[in-house]
């Protein structure tokens, strides 16, 4: 079984130049401590689980 330190290393940071906010379509920023990518325009903070972003708003956490 996998633990948390390798679903951290699975996420490959080349796919945050592919990836867009979905409802600002603005660039993220990776938050690697937090694993999530990061959207300052929506302030949105989308996870990343077991490597993989999960680009859905509704799973989102709003920025403090």
């Known amino acids: 079984m996998s633990?948390?330190?390798d679903a951290t290393a699975a996420f490959d940071r080349?796919?945050?130049e592919?990836?867009?906010c979905p409802?600002?379509?603005a660039t993220l920023e990776y938050d690697a401590?937090?694993?999530e990518l990061i959207s300052r325009p929506a302030g949105l903070a989308f996870?990343?689980?077991n490597g993989i972003p999960?680009?859905?708003i509704d799973e989102a956490r709003?920025?403090?």
């Open 3 to 5: 633990d948390a330190s």
């Open 14 to 16: 080349r796919m945050l």
């Open 18 to 20: 592919a990836l867009i």
């Open 23 to 25: 409802q600002t379509h």
């Open 33 to 35: 401590a937090r694993q």
């Open 47 to 49: 996870p990343i689980r």
């Open 54 to 56: 999960i680009m859905l």
């Open 62 to 64: 709003v920025l403090d």
